[in-house]
């Protein structure tokens, strides 16, 4: 954003317009124990752009960036290659126009590439119908089990111990506002849970997450079949969606609801957003579903178009009658997704997991022959967890000073639960060379 400052004639014009003298007089409602009584002591005086530039030039030369250190970072967020065409091609004029389609119709070319984007989404997930995106996957997450509880009138959401704890907190948090029940499970790194037997007359849905946060991947077949015979919904969360280029598709395993997290394709890091949800179910669940669904249609002439088919959202229609509120996530980032997903085919994305997949493998086989070490996990895609004979954060920090991005201490992320203190999870993805790999291990076995 460009640095635009105000002139006092500026100030003096709008205090004018609102009938105050000072901007003291402005804010005179506020409270006076509200009010600093001085400057803050760490902050330094105002400066010039210049010099602000050059003071977070610095603060960012701080950061160890996963582009420039060896990186194994994941745990919902994971670094990529990005086609530079992508970046390209969604800076073109033709997509540089309004984020979102308020008048449909004549925005044709923003229509056009939501359609294709739910198309691609259906094909990944295995599922009958997808939105036009959600604003990320944790609160797609919470959304779906908003449309759980609409679908079968019940109120009781059972969530996996292997759902990501950030998903978790959302869909909590939602609960407590919109007054259902979320029971959620402790932790489980080997997902050995029996989710199945928890279902009860109740129960309007269970969500898993697969790869789950630990790593483990998950027939989901009988757990689907224990859902649909007790009436209640499966909803299969995914947080890395280059896994769905290997793994069955959620859909063909008996999912009623796919959330996925899109980062992966086409969006970097971005210090955590914007990123892209994506959405799917079954057909005839599509009147529950939140968000908008953009349709293919030919107008008077008989010319393929594209409108927006279904948007049942307060903005359009009635707000009793809305079954959210959400709004499409940042238009750009279902763009960039839909283009690299296109950029690169079928074949591609196999390929792009089977490469994630094997250097993956490569790594965990390295890591568990170090003394003490234990990988945890029996199946994986490219995420896995790793027992240290010590606390993982103390582990990750020695080996951040020496330049190398280890992953992610799960105690981070579940900071109450003192008996995952000593794990850590450890993300590969074609990123990763052997000047990576090699510093990680020469590292833990000096740290460990």
Not at 18 to 40: C, Q, W, Y
Request: aromatic residues 6%; charged residues 20%.
């Amino acid at each position: 954003m460009r640095y635009l400052p105000l002139t006092d004639a500026d100030r003096r014009e709008m205090l004018a317009a609102v009938g105050a003298r000072s901007v003291d007089e402005l804010f005179r409602d506020v409270p006076a124990a509200a009010i600093l009584p001085g400057p803050i002591a760490e902050l330094p005086p105002h400066q010039g752009e210049l010099e602000v530039e050059r003071a977070f030039q610095a603060y960012a030369a701080m950061n160890l960036s996963p582009a420039s250190h060896p990186s194994f970072l994941g745990a919902g967020a994971y670094r990529h290659h990005v086609p530079s065409a992508v970046d390209h091609l969604i800076q073109r004029g033709e997509f540089l126009t309004s984020y979102t389609p308020y008048q449909p119709e004549i925005t044709q070319g923003t229509l056009q590439y939501l359609f294709e984007f739910q198309t691609q989404v259906t094909m990944l997930t295995g599922m009958e119908v997808a939105n036009a995106s959600m604003y990320d996957g944790s609160t797609g997450t919470a959304e779906a089990v908003l449309m759980a509880n609409r679908v079968t009138r019940r109120s009781k959401a059972i969530l996996s111990g292997g759902l990501h704890p950030h998903y978790r907190a959302v869909v909590e948090t939602t609960a407590k506002w919109q007054g259902f029940t979320a029971a959620a499970q402790p932790a489980d790194p080997r997902a050995v849970e029996d989710l199945a037997r928890l279902v009860d007359r109740e129960t309007s849905c269970v969500v898993v997450q697969n790869p789950s946060f630990f790593g483990q991947v998950r027939d989901l077949a009988p757990l689907a079949k224990a859902c649909q015979a007790a009436g209640a919904l499966l909803i299969v969360v995914v947080t890395e969606v280059v896994s769905l280029g290997a793994l069955t598709p959620p859909g063909e395993m008996g999912a009623d609801i796919v959330v996925c997290e899109g980062q992966s394709l086409g969006v970097g890091l971005q210090f955590g957003g914007p990123y892209v949800g994506l959405f799917a179910t079954k057909e005839k669940h599509l009147r529950q579903m939140p968000g908008r669904l953009v349709g293919e249609t030919v107008d008077a002439d008989g010319k393929r178009g594209f409108v927006l088919t279904l948007s049942t959202r307060e903005q359009h229609i009635r707000r009793e009658k809305a079954t959210s509120n959400i709004c499409t996530n940042s238009g750009l980032m279902a763009l960039a997704f839909t283009i690299h997903l296109t950029l690169l085919g079928e074949a591609g994305l196999r390929r792009l997991a089977e490469l994630n997949h094997a250097k993956a493998v490569e790594l965990a086989d390295r890591i568990a022959a170090l003394p003490g070490v234990e990988v945890l996990n029996d199946t994986f895609f490219n995420e896995f967890t790793v027992r240290l004979p010590k606390p993982a954060a103390g582990v990750v920090e020695a080996l951040a000073r020496k330049g190398i991005l280890a992953g992610v201490p799960v105690s981070r992320l579940i900071p109450d639960d003192p008996a995952v203190g000593d794990l850590l999870l450890v993300a590969v993805t074609e990123t990763a060379t052997e000047l990576g790999m090699g510093p990680l291990i020469a590292g833990l076995k000096e740290t460990l």
